[in-house]
């Protein structure tokens, strides 16, 4: 079983939907990565959390530490935020590894 | 642009050549990693560079033999791969390996072993 889970695996949406992507981890970590990876394979770091909750643009991401849990979400869902998320974390004892999950494939229609 | 750069973006190879896939950071970091996403399997750490020395090694094949000449440059050394080796590398670079800071990916060199 991976450390790291993430939900739903695979997520279609209309453009202008909320969209809420969803981590969950069963370790200790020191922090949580999301991460965006485009068709082609570049991978784009869009936060870096150890706690609480972080706004860039239309994106927010939230981690609860004792739940071990963390969400992702776009408002004002858009056809060009459709790309792979990828949540990883930072083990405790791991020094700077990440751990990845197995990535959130969004689709945005039109 | 995340200020990492990768060659070749493309790499077809047979088992018994020898190439090399090379990663070059612009953003004055100190630490570098090799990372192989195979498909439907999340990314896979495969070697961590800090300050030019080898910091971590997850058990990968001598097949695959990283080197790191300077703080801006790395490169993964391959030979004899097997069809299963087939998978996009990436790189990235971050401030500094052991504070666990944001990382910076490359665009990745996608890799066919036939």
């Known amino acids: 079983k991976n450390e790291v889970e993430q939900s739903p695996q695979n997520l279609t949406a209309q453009e202008g939907e909320f969209i809420t992507i969803n981590c969950s981890y069963s370790?200790?970590?020191?922090?949580l990565h999301w991460l965006q990876q485009h068709p082609g394979g570049g991978i784009v770091s869009l936060f870096m959390?150890?706690?609480g909750k972080k706004k860039h643009g239309r994106l927010i991401a939230t981690i609860n530490i004792q739940e071990k849990h963390s969400s992702l979400h776009i408002t004002a869902s858009h056809p060009r935020d459709s790309a792979v998320y990828i949540c990883?974390?930072?083990?405790?004892?791991?020094?700077?590894?990440?751990?990845f999950g197995e990535g959130t494939q969004l689709t945005v229609n039109p | 642009e995340t200020g990492v750069t990768q060659t070749p973006r493309h790499l077809v190879m047979g088992m018994t050549n020898k190439k090399s896939l090379k990663c070059e950071q612009h953003?004055?970091?100190?630490?570098m990693y090799w990372y192989k996403q195979s498909a439907k399997k999340p990314l896979e750490l495969m070697f961590v560079?800090?300050?030019?020395?080898?910091?971590e090694n997850n058990s990968v094949p001598s097949r695959f033999s990283p080197e790191c000449p300077n703080s801006s440059h790395l490169f993964l050394h391959l030979h004899t791969l097997q069809p299963e080796d087939s998978a996009l590398y990436l790189c990235?670079?971050?401030?500094?390996?052991?504070?666990?800071?944001?990382?910076?990916f490359g665009p990745g060199t996608r890799l066919l072993v036939l």
């Open positions: 953003l004055g970091h100190n630490a």
């Open positions: 370790v200790g970590i020191s922090a």
């Open positions: 990883a974390v930072i083990i405790e004892t791991s020094g700077s590894r990440l751990t």
């Open positions: 990235a670079s971050s401030q500094a390996a052991r504070e666990g800071g944001t990382q910076y």
């Open positions: 959390l150890s706690s």
């Open positions: 560079y800090s300050l030019e020395e080898r910091v």
